[in-house]
């Protein structure tokens, strides 16, 4: 239908233009800034490693839905939620460990513990989350569940609130992460060498287990067909569940390793990570685990490095207060010229 | 479709007219607004002044409180900037239970730390009978509506905690407006005074996180900075609240490297920026600044060895003398149940509280039992305050409402405590 | 023990970690200071009563899955059995607080929580009031299922409705006095709610009310369903005035300050009539709402105040006013385009992220020039020239609702109206045949912005500041959830949405401290409940049940068992 064509034509030029607009400013703003020269190379490695850094733990969440839609083909829009509940818990482990010394006495023990303690109220958060909310809306029509999610997220924020106080609360750091090394000519945090190191070996954990065992193999299928999965005599809610699971392990995870970054938690201290993470999960494929790695880690750098890098170059006033709108302007365009993602499947959005 | 833009017609007339008739009456038809009914007209003086007073008189019957209002952050995010204020007002009552042979009683409200939120907190104050004035708003943006409302009823509104300028601007001062808390520009220029000649700084650079306290506290101090030496902003950056990863921010300013970066923000991201200035290279050898936003003992411990030569500015409470440290604090403790003072602007509730019970018992007159107020009256000696002796200092209102004490001290973290370095004693 | 029991226990321990929840995040403490019923119950207590009536009549209701119906004795027993062991989780937590010092974790463990829970009289005999207490609450629940039908719903909507009367007191207490009934307001409430008297008397009335009307309304309802066409539509005229004139003379009714509180209600009936457009009719979840609200506000700000930073025109309201619908065709089509090829999901995300940009616009030192940044912009002068009066500036809201709400539904049954409900079902289907769905989604954008910027624009001149405060993600959320809640596509329920979600937290302080959980809770249940929202329209209600077949609503992949027969036991 020719009519048609002509109408999408039209939409995808002014896309491509819109699209093509931002990237050239970026571009041209870039090279203004390298050019003006002020900002140092030694300080835009500092950057790019705690974006790295970010990025990781950014990418923690994002594993967690990329894995749910894979399944699901939803959004869990409550996943940052998740995210929250295990820093709070990782908050209280750590004071409790800290009041009876046991921070001082084997940091590391200590640390695992906290870790533990994070990853299992986190995963428990997901399953119930799974249960209440999402299993019985598993045939509706799109919008539901969806709500619910936004309701869910709601629901757990301000419960968080209720029960611990809407203050910001400062967290008893780990002194054994103190400290800065060098590896070769980069200069990082011994902070940041731990949280980059954890979310790797979780990445690599969940690659095995997704690729090497049965249960991964299951989840695969899942994802592939869940019809053809359960005639195949998978059952399918015990896998969800599972995934849901395994999503709430890794958001505990990165709840601690965000609070041993800045040594803080809050109520809504999910909201943007979590928007964040989704945006990175797309960016690098949703439904793709090494993507939503990728993603992550690019969303980090861009989101420390961008500010400085495209906006100063035009003189922009503050322009790290528009930080947010980097990455949000990141989602759209990735959702414009490549809504598969970097390395995702060819499927409709 | 005639019929529908001939209906239309007459409905949007009939909004039109009926408005107008509404606001043209003043739009009381609510009784519970109507204050200007004499009670008796028995004598000269009295009562005749209820009469003449544009406003009324706010009238007690024996035996009855007299009502203060309070219009402060009580929930929500920043919740501990309001409830900071009225522990300090519930302080002050504690002392001082009687006003004008009446106790006092408050009606605590929400200003929502938003326009909005103003708007509606003023309106349900100025509709309960008989308030006699009102201690707030928090926040700046709910106290340019408040203040317009309450003075269409006047109202005494003082707050503990607006810092915006144009409250107090000639312009725009509402005329039953006053504040106990400084004026920006006094506490901004101050640190400029310090930064230039104590420190003898020529560079400096600011942060500020989007609040109209800071964004203007980080102006005024630039503005003074550069005309008052001439030095040179390098930087004026600004953080949304809720971040919590300033490289950013933090190696675009040390690009420049400043001699000085002053960020009057508040507790979260103020601990935060402290932490990650030091270890930003590029800024190791840049004095840190800050205002009365974290003026305070979690800022220290939040941030903790970081925090080592700061320099931060204040009140100057120290004028308050042993007061504070002796009567106040416990008291406080005792009202809040907290382990310590959760915010800054404690002490100008305190002291808000305090102007406004002197101007009343100037004012108040009792005749057959019942105590009356007249407004105008109180408004007049509110602002006739002079050399007001508060924690906050020597306080005295000008016409515009700005009654806080131009004293501002500057202190250092010296071995984790707040040593008070300028001026001198 | 059966399944039926084992369903009364299970229900019985949810319902006391609903208690517990709700006592930890500090609503009992904070719903004390209201009463209920003057003297008797405050709203406080209110809610673990309500939570075991509800895990009573839970409890004995009929088992779907395995069709079993539990009758008499058994009835009480389950309810007996499911309300006790709410209790005793009541109970326990109790105790334990008054244990344990946990306060360093949760705030609220406080002694007075324990004290509330106890009735202050102790370990032993609170936790044994609880238990037994637990046990005939949900007794009585239960017995909801043993009374005939009738006798049971009106109990039911009885409760409801004095409960709602309760916590309306400060808006009828308001409008009695207003209309000088103070004699009649005395005896009705008191404390913040009915009094004892009051209670009753509302609570027979509308009992009795609602079983004529079951059982002895059938012949009026055969006469109305009877009457002929243009009676019914007089008589529907007849109702719509009335309602309007009500409409007119509210603010002489009800007083200044609940003048305010009515305007900002109008305010939000106008932003979900918008935000109806988008989601309700077009399908389009928007997140970003928010943003038409700010750039409406900031648009009239500009334009109408002397303090406007760079540009300062100075044009009277109404002369903006076009300004501001233009700007709202802009910005719609700027939000829209971009989204156009997304579904579901993404968009949602897509739009929340458009809204936060537009804050962070609004509030970044670079457009402070043009906006005034952190300090807003000041002086905005209201839409009629007279005092800021709430009063008065409920007529222009009014007459804003009212054009929206017309506009809204000759649009609904409209050739747009069709194209959208057409594309809201399949897309692709829609396309196919010959729906052209850019147009579509691009007006559904502009008219939803338009309503927007049109709620944000008297906003502005309502308060008379604007602060980029006001304009974050929560105020999409607000509309979003009373569109759900009163029922999209239906201009009644956005109204009620907007007076339950909006006016009773500006009403009742303790509800503004837990609004947003509220919020989030009503969400869930509604979606788990009831999808089409209180009032929806007949539509939406065919629409999301379509899938529904005699047993649970959404049937899942996985087995279930049907089909077995009816056991009563």
């Known amino acids: ?349 | 479709m005639q019929k529908y833009m001939r209906w239309s017609g007459l409905l949007v007339v009939l909004m039109l007219v009926l408005a107008a008739c509404q606001a043209d009456t003043g739009g009381s038809s609510d009784p519970s607004a109507d204050e200007s009914t004499p009670a008796s007209s028995e004598g000269a003086g009295g009562t005749a002044d209820c009469d003449a007073d544009e406003f009324g008189c706010v009238e007690i019957a024996e035996g009855d409180p007299i009502i203060i209002g309070t219009e402060l952050v009580i929930t929500g995010a920043n919740e501990s900037l309001g409830l900071d204020s009225q522990y300090g007002a519930e302080v002050a009552r504690g002392l001082r239970p009687d006003i004008a042979g009446h106790e006092v009683e408050f009606n605590h409200q929400d200003d929502g730390c938003s326009a909005e939120g103003g708007t509606a907190a003023a309106r349900a104050l100025v509709s309960e009978e008989n308030i006699a004035g009102v201690i707030g708003t928090s926040c700046s943006s709910a106290g340019i509506p408040s203040a317009e409302i309450l003075s269409a009823e006047g109202v005494m509104l003082v707050s503990p905690s607006n810092t915006a300028p144009s409250l107090t601007a000639p312009e725009t001062h509402e005329p039953f407006y006053a504040r106990t808390a400084h004026n920006d520009s006094i506490q901004g220029a101050a640190m400029a005074t310090f930064v230039c000649e104590v420190l003898s700084l020529t560079t400096a650079a600011t942060i500020d996180d989007g609040s109209p306290y800071a964004d203007q506290l980080a102006n005024v101090f630039a503005r003074e900075f550069e005309s008052q030496c001439g030095g040179t902003i390098t930087n004026e950056e600004a953080i949304t609240v809720g971040d919590t990863d300033f490289s950013g921010v933090l190696e675009n300013i040390a690009a420049d490297s400043p001699e000085f970066l002053y960020f009057p923000i508040f507790v979260a991201e103020g601990a935060l920026i402290t932490q990650q200035a030091k270890e930003t290279s590029g800024l190791d050898d840049t004095v840190l600044g800050g205002a009365d936003g974290y003026f305070t003992p979690d800022w220290l411990s939040a941030a903790g060895e970081a925090t080592e030569g700061h320099v931060l500015s204040g009140p100057d409470l120290a004028f308050a003398g042993d007061f504070y440290e002796a009567d106040f604090l416990p008291a406080y403790l005792e009202v809040s149940g907290t382990d310590t003072t959760i915010s800054v602007f404690h002490a100008h509730a305190f002291d808000a509280y305090n102007m406004l019970a002197d101007a009343i018992e100037e004012v108040a007159f009792t005749e057959g039992g019942t105590t009356y107020i007249p407004r105008t009256a109180l408004k007049d000696a509110f602002f006739a305050i002079e050399g007001y002796e508060g924690i906050t200092g020597t306080l005295t209102c000008d016409e515009n409402g700005d009654c806080a004490d131009a004293k501002i001290s500057v202190s250092e973290v010296q071995d984790g405590e707040f040593v008070r370095i300028w001026p001198e004693e | 023990m059966d399944l039926p029991m084992r369903r009364a226990l299970f229900t019985g321990l949810l319902g006391g970690l609903a208690g517990v929840h709700v006592g930890l995040v500090g609503m009992i403490d904070s719903f004390q200071g209201r009463d209920t019923i003057a003297d008797l119950i405050t709203l406080g207590s209110m809610l673990p009563l309500l939570i075991l009536l509800l895990v009573g009549w839970r409890a004995a209701s009929p088992v779907k899955s395995a069709q079993l119906i539990p009758t008499g004795a058994r009835t009480f027993i389950l309810g007996a059995a499911a309300g006790a062991t709410a209790g005793l989780i009541l109970a326990a937590l109790a105790a334990l607080i008054t244990a344990v010092n946990l306060r360093w974790i949760l705030v609220n463990a406080t002694p007075g929580l324990a004290e509330i829970l106890q009735f202050g009289q102790g370990l032993v005999v609170g936790s044994l009031i609880l238990i037994v207490g637990g046990a005939l609450l949900g007794l009585a629940g239960a017995s909801l299922h043993v009374v005939p039908p009738a006798i049971a719903r009106s109990l039911a909507i009885a409760f409801v409705v004095s409960l709602a009367v309760a916590l309306l007191e400060p808006f009828l207490g308001a409008v009695l006095r207003n209309l000088g009934l103070d004699a009649v307001e005395e005896v009705f409430f008191a404390g913040g709610g009915l009094t004892l008297v009051g209670a009753i008397v509302v609570f027979g009335l509308t009992a009795a009310g609602i079983y004529a009307w079951t059982t002895r309304g059938e012949g009026a309802r055969e006469r109305v369903a009877a009457m002929p066409a243009d009676r019914r539509r007089n008589a529907k005229l007849i109702w719509y005035g009335v309602l309007f004139l009500l409409l007119l003379a509210l603010p002489q009714l009800v007083g200044q300050r609940l003048s305010e509180v009515v305007g900002t209600v109008g305010l939000y009936v106008l932003l979900g009539l918008g935000l109806n457009i988008v989601v309700g009719f077009a399908g389009l979840l928007d997140l970003g709402y928010v943003a038409f609200y700010a750039v409406g506000a900031y648009t009239t700000a500009v334009l109408t105040s002397p303090s406007s930073p760079v540009f300062a025109p100075e044009l009277p309201f109404w002369g903006a006013l076009p300004f501001v619908i233009i700007a709202a065709a802009l910005i719609g089509l700027m939000v829209g385009t971009p989204v156009l090829r997304l579904r579901g999901d993404y968009l949602a995300i897509v739009t929340l992220g458009f809204g936060e940009i537009a804050r962070t616009i609004f509030l970044s030192a670079w457009a402070q020039p043009a906006v005034g940044g952190a300090q807003g912009i000041l002086s905005i002068p209201p839409p009629l020239p007279f005092e800021r009066d709430p009063q008065a500036i409920y007529y222009p809201i009014l007459l804003f609702c009212i054009i929206a709400a017309v506009a809204a539904t000759s649009l609904a049954s409209s050739r747009v109206g069709r194209a959208w409900n057409a594309m809201r079902e399949d897309e692709s289907v829609a396309e196919a045949t010959g729906v052209n769905t850019t147009v579509y989604k691009l007006l559904a954008f502009m008219l939803g912005a338009a309503f927007g910027c049109l709620s944000g624009a008297l906003f502005a001149a309502k308060i008379g500041v604007v602060f980029p405060q006001s304009f974050d993600i929560l105020v999409s959320i607000n509309a979003l959830a009373l569109i759900i809640l009163g029922g999209m596509g239906n201009i009644a329920g956005v109204v009620v949405g907007a007076i339950v979600l909006v006016g009773l937290p500006e009403l009742l302080r303790e509800f503004a401290e837990y609004r947003l959980l509220i919020y989030g809770a009503v969400l869930v249940a509604m979606m788990l409940l009831r999808p089409e929202g209180l009032l929806p329209s007949r539509q939406r209600q065919a629409e999301l049940h379509e899938r529904e077949s005699d047993e649970d609503q959404y049937a899942e992949t996985s087995g279930e068992e049907t089909g077995r027969p009816v056991v009563t036991i």
């Open chain 1, 1 to 349: 239908m020719p009519a048609r064509r002509a109408r999408l034509n039209l939409v995808n030029i002014f896309l491509w233009v819109f699209g093509g607009a931002i990237l050239a400013l970026s571009a041209w703003g870039a090279f203004l800034t390298l050019s003006e020269g002020r900002i140092s190379p030694s300080a835009w490695q500092t950057l790019i490693v705690a974006g790295v850094a970010l990025g990781s733990v950014y990418a923690l969440i994002a594993l967690g839905y990329t894995l749910v839609y894979g399944i699901l083909f939803m959004i869990n829009f409550a996943h940052g939620e998740v995210f929250m509940w295990g820093a709070f818990t990782a908050f209280f482990a750590a004071s409790a460990l800290n009041d009876i010394g046991m921070i001082d006495a084997s940091p590391l023990l200590a640390f695992l513990l906290v870790l533990l303690t994070a990853m299992l109220v986190s995963m428990l958060v997901a399953v119930l989350l799974e249960r209440v909310a999402y299993r019985p809306l598993r045939g509706a029509p799109r919008l539901v569940p969806l709500i619910t999610a936004i309701g869910a997220s709601l629901v757990l924020q301000y419960t968080a609130r209720g029960f611990y106080g809407s203050g910001v609360r400062g967290y008893p750091g780990f002194g054994l992460f103190g400290g800065t090394v060098e590896l070769g000519p980069i200069r990082i945090d011994v902070v940041e060498l731990v949280v980059i190191f954890a979310a790797l070996a979780l990445m690599f954990a969940l690659y095995f287990f997704i690729n090497r065992t049965r249960t991964g193999r299951a989840m695969r299928a899942v994802s592939e067909d869940k019809d053809v999965a359960a005639m195949m005599g998978i059952n399918v809610d015990r896998i969800i569940v599972t995934t849901f699971a395994i999503g709430g392990l890794l958001a505990g995870a990165a709840g601690i390793l965000y609070t041993l970054l800045f040594n803080q938690v809050h109520f809504f201290m999910g909201f943007l990570p979590g928007i964040k993470a989704f945006t990175a999960a797309v960016l690098g494929g949703i439904g793709n685990i090494i993507g939503a790695a990728l993603g992550g880690l690019l969303l980090g750098i861009l989101e420390q490095v961008g500010p400085n890098l495209l906006l100063t170059g035009y003189g922009i006033p503050s322009p790290n207060q528009l930080q947010d709108v980097i990455a949000f302007t990141v989602l759209v365009l990735v959702l414009i010229f490549r809504p598969s993602g970097l390395l995702g499947r060819k499927e409709n959005v």
